[in-house]
């Protein structure tokens, strides 16, 4: 079993539309979690990070994390075609920078 | 959040020659340092990881004598491919911590390398 598991289908979603996201993971020492943007043949963009489990909301994008079930979400709300880009969940434990990444999910958002 | 400066964006060679990749952080002291190879719709995989000071440690199945990592200063890493092949064309990246062990990475905007 990987340590993190990003269903890395293409998701394609009218403007407007709230975009979800999620990735599974399997270490619990993991406590910090990350998500990314890349948009193609850039590096990736901090979006969102997060300790341990909740809520943290920041504009449009909204990160959870549920410790108990090891399931990380992030939603997008009223998307944008400039939210078109590839999104990078990762993850690691306390005084470790070493990331666990997923898949990354493609999202594109038609106008 | 922090900056990254990744050199070059992108660069061609040919086969057999060697190739510096750069990686700074502009704003912020990095003790460490990591680099990733990318391929198209893959995620990162890391490669190795760069401690100021002290050698480099390299991922499982990454060769350390193709792959040469100086990390000279606090805020320059570097990543030299050694004699090029057409095999090592992919997108390579950097990223840097400005805190200590939370996992809170920043990266470099990548470097795009392709051998003829």
């Known amino acids: 079993q990987k340590e993190v598991e990003q269903d890395p289908g293409p998701l394609s979603v009218p403007e407007g539309a709230i975009v979800s996201l999620n990735c599974t993971y399997s270490?619990?020492?993991?406590?910090?979690f990350m998500w990314y943007r890349q948009y193609s043949r850039k590096g990736p963009e901090l979006l969102m990070y997060?300790?341990?489990?909740g809520n943290k909301e920041d504009g449009r994008f909204t990160a959870q994390v549920d410790k108990s079930s090891k399931y990380i979400s992030l939603f997008i709300r009223d998307s944008q075609p400039s939210d078109s880009a590839t999104y990078l969940c990762a993850m690691t434990g306390y005084g470790n920078n070493r990331l666990a990444f997923g898949k990354g999910n493609q999202v594109v958002v038609i106008p | 959040g922090a900056v990254v400066s990744q050199h070059p964006s992108r660069v061609i060679c040919k086969s057999g020659t060697s190739v510096k990749i750069e990686c700074r952080s502009l704003d912020f002291q990095a003790t460490t340092m990591f680099w990733y190879r990318q391929f198209p719709k893959q995620s990162l995989m890391l490669m190795a990881t760069?401690?100021?000071?002290?050698?480099?440690?390299?991922e499982q199945g990454v060769e350390k004598d193709k792959f040469l990592i100086n990390h000279a200063s606090l805020t320059l890493s570097t990543l030299t491919v050694t004699s090029a092949h057409p095999e090592d064309s992919s997108f390579y990246i950097c990223?840097?911590?400005?805190?200590?062990?939370?996992?809170?990475?920043?990266f470099g905007e990548g470097s795009r390398l392709t051998v003829l």
């Open positions: 997060t300790y341990s489990s």
């Open positions: 270490n619990s020492a993991f406590q910090y």
């Open positions: 760069s401690n100021e000071g002290s050698k480099a440690t390299y």
């Open positions: 990223s840097a911590a400005s805190s200590v062990n939370t996992g809170e990475l920043f």
